[in-house]
C-alpha cells in the first residue's frame, strides 16, 4: 500500500492513525507493506510528523512529487491510497 500524505495534510493527519491502527498492525506481519510518501518536505519535517501522527510503518521522501506524479497529475491534492498486488500492479487507486 502507497500512501501519500503531507504534514499540511489535515486529511492525512487524520486518516494515518487509523491506517497506522486498522491496516498496518493487523496485516504487517502477513506481507502487508505499507508506505507512506511525503511530498515535498524535508527529512526533518517529515520525522516529526511520523512521530506526531504517531505511525511505525516507513515513511519516504518525494521531494519534488515525482513519485506521486506516477499514480496522479502532479497538481493534485495529496491524498491518495494506493494498493498493489504481489506483481506490483495497482489493484485499488
Partial sequence: ML???????????????????????????????????DRDEPADVVTKF???????????????ADIFALFANRESGVTRNIILGPDGKIVFL
Fill in 3 to 37: 500512501q501519500f500524505t503531507a504534514s499540511w495534510c489535515h486529511v492525512c493527519r487524520e486518516e494515518m492513525p487509523h491506517i497506522e491502527r486498522k491496516i498496518w498492525k493487523v496485516y504487517k506481519n502477513i506481507g502487508l507493506n505499507v508506505i507512506g510518501i
Fill in 50 to 64: 511520523a512521530k506526531e501522527v504517531q505511525v511505525t510503518y516507513p515513511l519516504a521522501l518525494d521531494p519534488g
